[in-house]
Structure formats: structure tokens, C-alpha cells
């Protein structure tokens, strides 16, 4: 089973001039606790996937109904007959991995791609034929396609033919061109962009779960035999505890648990060992980044806690909307620290304990009850 990606890395590196490390104030270490690839990430995550269903930790619902659906369509000896699956959720949670061991069960080829490379008719229209029987087309921001190459796909993903226009003006005319059967998984963040047409063309729309405290325990376990270092289970908790429910933040953090264990000398890596680790490089005890305390700070200190609109905040934060709904809100409402009214957001009274500040009481006194 052979994976074909898109997914470039361009590695640069540059020399310090000379005197350049004299009078420069000691930079303080960080990692990003946000779910998107690094390029670090996009380096090691093929080798730390799992390979078959068996090894893959969490989403157990999931994983049933890849289990059901790929025996019976190999009962029936049609592979394809599994219908097509939209995986929606949070960076991080396993989308891609779901659709490479699909294909491993199957015995076929996994196709991956991210939106944005797909941005021109000819280029889903190169994919589509190039497609083998029975292939899993892996399609990640699957939200971000544009309509004409998003259109492209509907009686492909319906009938396996491409409907082509051929000429212009008066005389064009609508060519089918067959195609050979495959499976589409698409994965989103972001649910709701994604038009009418294309999301009813899903077989399969499930929702990927943040992963429990238990289950990235496993994996930190499974991390670290790939990686070749000994770690105990204390300190595969310190660990587990800090990665906001995400796969491949937990990674992240083994490897920079097991860097620092490699650069002292340390092992077996013990719970002090990874606090040490982890405080080093600024991890917060419960995985959050100084910019999801600045945000929640900012609803406290500017809007009195909340509630306050998406809009406004972007605006204070500084950032887009889409950011603060897809990297930060996330976590901080599974975390608790977070809520989501009619009215906008709120802080909670648990955010309120976490950043040490007192809640201060509203002014009611211009409130009038109309009865």
C-alpha cells in the first residue's frame, strides 16, 4: 500500500553573523500547544502513525464502522461500496491516519491532498484520472475548495464520470468521461462551510472526539518505543495532561520530553524529568499558550467577563474570526474555561480561579424588568 502526498517541506537554515550572540538577551524556549502541522510535525508523523486499526488508539466508534463497512464491502467484492466519509473536528485528532489505514485494510492506495493544492479544475480533474480502482482519495480543509472544483466532484463522487465542458459559448458541450471507482474521505474543521451538495454526498459524516487522558497515555507509550526511549507512566501523565486532548500535540511533546532526557543523560524519564522538560519550554500545566490566557484576559479586563460577539473580540484580539473560532475556542471549551451563549462568549468561573482574578460583581442597578 503506497501513500502519495502533497505535503511539501522547504528547509532553510541560516548562519548567525559573527558577534551576533554578544549583548543578545537569552531567549526564553516555547513550543506551540495549537494543533495545526508543524513542519517538525509533518517530518515525524509518518513514521509515529499507526498501521492498521489495531494500533490506532481512540475514536473507537470510528474505528467500528471502518471495520464494518470495509468487511462487508470485501464480503460483497466491492471495495467501493463502503460509500464515501467526511471526518469533522479538530486538528490533530487522526483524519488523515483513519484514511491511510483505510486503504491498508483494503489493500489499495492512499491519494492525499490538501484543498488549497487542488485550486484549479485541472488539477482535481489530474487526481480523478489518475485514480486506480478502489483508491482512497484523502482531500484535508475539504471546506476550502473552490465551487467549480468543489462541482467537479459531485458526479464523480455519484456516477464515477467527470462531466467536462468542451468549447465555448454556442457550441459547448458537455462531455462524461468514466473514471475508475474510488473512495473520497474528506476532513474539516469546519463543518458548517461546507455547501448542501457536497456534504449529502457523504455515506459517513462523524465527528472526531478529543482523545481521553488514558488514550494519550497509550500513545506516548507506543511514541516513545518509535522513538526509542524509556519513559514511565508518571511521567507519560505529566505529558498527556498538557496536550489538549490532541494526538499529535502529544507527540510534539514527547519528543521534546525525549530530547531533553537524551541531552541530560536521563533514563528511564521519570515525572520530575518531564516537569523539568516541560517547564523549560513554557508548557502550561494544563496546555494552555500565553495567547489563550491574553484572549481570555481581554474578555475579563475589556468586556467584564462577557458576554461578548465573535466580531468584537477578533477585533480587540487582533486576530480573524476563523482563527480564534478554529485554534482557540476548541480547547478552551473543553478545557471549561469557556462558554458559548446566545449573546457571545463568557468566561468561566473556572478561567477566573486558573488566571488568579477576582470576579468582579456587575452593575445591575439599569437593569429593568418588564412585566
Do not use: W
Not at 29 to 35: C, E, G, H, I, N
Not at 186 to 203: E, H, N
Request: hydrophobic share 35%.
Amino acid at each position: 500500500m503506497a501513500i502519495i502526498s502533497t505535503s511539501d517541506s522547504n528547509n532553510s537554515s541560516s548562519k548567525p553573523e559573527k558577534g551576533a550572540n554578544k549583548n543578545r538577551q537569552k531567549a526564553t524556549p516555547v513550543v506551540s500547544l495549537k494543533s495545526e502541522p508543524t513542519q517538525l510535525d509533518e517530518q515525524f508523523e509518518p513514521s509515529l502513525r499507526p498501521q492498521n486499526f489495531n494500533q490506532y488508539v481512540g475514536q473507537s466508534r470510528l474505528k467500528e464502522l471502518l471495520r464494518v463497512c470495509t468487511g462487508a464491502a470485501k464480503k460483497r467484492g466491492d471495495l467501493t461500496s463502503t460509500g464515501h466519509f467526511l471526518l469533522y473536528g479538530s486538528p490533530g485528532l487522526g483524519k488523515t491516519s483513519c484514511a491511510i489505514i483505510l486503504a491498508r485494510e483494503i489493500g489499495t492506495e492512499a491519494k492525499v491532498f490538501s484543498a488549497p493544492a487542488l485550486a484549479q479544475p485541472k488539477d482535481i480533474i489530474g487526481v480523478l484520472l489518475s485514480l486506480n480502482s478502489g483508491d482512497v482519495l484523502f482531500i484535508d480543509e475539504i471546506h476550502r475548495l473552490n465551487k467549480i472544483t468543489e462541482e467537479l466532484l459531485y458526479s464523480a463522487m455519484e456516477d464515477y464520470v467527470l462531466d467536462l465542458t468542451v468549447g465555448k459559448s454556442h457550441t459547448a458541450r458537455v462531455t462524461r468521461l468514466p473514471i475508475n471507482r474510488f473512495i473520497l474521505v474528506g476532513a474539516t474543521t469546519r463543518l458548517g462551510s461546507l455547501s448542501s451538495p457536497l456534504r449529502d454526498r457523504f455515506t459517513h459524516i462523524y465527528k472526531m472526539e478529543f482523545y481521553t487522558t488514558d488514550e494519550l497515555i497509550q500513545i506516548i507509550e507506543n511514541t516513545s518505543k518509535v522513538l526509542k526511549f524509556e519513559i514511565t507512566k508518571d511521567a507519560a501523565l505529566e505529558i498527556a495532561k498538557r496536550a489538549r486532548g490532541t494526538p499529535r500535540i502529544v507527540n510534539r511533546l514527547t519528543r521534546l520530553v525525549r530530547d531533553y532526557s537524551q541531552h541530560e543523560n536521563i533514563s528511564p524519564t521519570k515525572k520530575e524529568d518531564a516537569i523539568a522538560a516541560l517547564e523549560l519550554f513554557k508548557v502550561d500545566p494544563n496546555g494552555l499558550e500565553e495567547s489563550d490566557k491574553q484572549l481570555l484576559r481581554i474578555i475579563i479586563e475589556s468586556y467584564d467577563g462577557g458576554p461578548v460577539g465573535i466580531e468584537a473580540l477578533a477585533a480587540t484580539l487582533g486576530e480573524e474570526r476563523q482563527t480564534i473560532e478554529d485554534c482557540y475556542e476548541p480547547y478552551l471549551l473543553q478545557a471549561g474555561f469557556l462558554a458559548r451563549t446566545t449573546r457571545g462568549r463568557v468566561v468561566t468561573e473556572a478561567a477566573y480561579k486558573y488566571l488568579n482574578i477576582e470576579r468582579k460583581e456587575k452593575d445591575t442597578s439599569q437593569l429593568k424588568i418588564n412585566i
